[in-house]
């Protein structure tokens, strides 16, 4: 939790509010990390002392509901922090973070879907319809970027409630997916939790999708 790489979209410069946001999320994680070294280890969900800030609460909840180490929410967690800290301000907001996405919008969006060696890659993008409330779209991958994951997919794809959530359970559904095979199940499994929208796994040609994502050409 050194640094952040943030892209925002808004309506209007709202750079200096992220600023102060994401200044004080860093405080905040790197202070409880000092107290708490586990929080940052640990590979299983870890229970936080009552009281804790609440991106720490965010992130060991969402790591209990998909059974997976604390940090493996950061990066959505910092990025719905930000986003929702400038909706106030902005109808239309994205802030991504390493892959991940927190996304509030009145009109239908496109994202492009990059999965690393995949012959997909490049090529796919998914449909969003509107979510003015706000939703994470967050993405775990075995061939891309320094993220552990315990799996061989090259794209496992989350939509959910929040950023923090989608993120969590993106690593849950990338270490599910060890062959191709797996895919239905994974999807399966991943669809049964109550936050989650819709998943999309990406392993060399092999692409499946379930919930409410629907697959477009980038290009289309």
């Known amino acids: 939790m050194e640094q952040s790489d943030l892209l925002i979209w808004a309506e209007t410069d709202l750079s200096e509010l992220a600023r102060r946001e994401l200044r004080e999320l ?12 586990r929080f940052r280890d640990s590979l299983v969900p870890y229970e936080v002392p009552a ?67 995949s012959p997909l890659s490049g090529r ?3 449909r969003l319809p509107p979510f003015p409330q706000g939703v994470g779209l967050c993405t775990s991958s075995a061939s891309v970027g320094p993220s552990l994951s315990l799996g061989r997919a090259d794209a496992a794809v989350v939509l959910a409630d929040s950023a923090v959530e989608a993120d969590a359970a993106a690593s ?25 929208r819709g998943a999309l796994l990406v392993m060399g040609e092999r692409v499946g999708a379930a919930g409410d994502l629907e697959l477009a050409s980038l290009d289309g």
């Open 26 to 37: 860093h405080r905040v994680l790197q202070e409880f990390i000092s107290r708490h070294p």
């Open 124 to 126: 796919l993008a998914l």
């Open 51 to 117: 009281g804790s800030p609440a991106v720490v609460v965010a992130m060991a909840e969402a790591a209990r509901s998909f059974g997976v180490g604390p940090m493996a929410g950061v990066a959505g967690a910092v990025a719905d922090a930000v986003g929702r800290k400038l909706m106030p301000s902005s109808r239309e907001v994205l802030v991504e973070n390493g892959g991940d996405l927190f996304l509030a919008t009145a009109v239908e969006r496109k994202v492009g879907l990059f999965a690393g060696p």
């Open 172 to 196: 849950l559904l990338g270490n599910l997916a060890r062959r191709e095979e797996d895919i239905p199940a994974a999807l399966e499994e991943l669809l049964s939790r109550p936050a989650v």
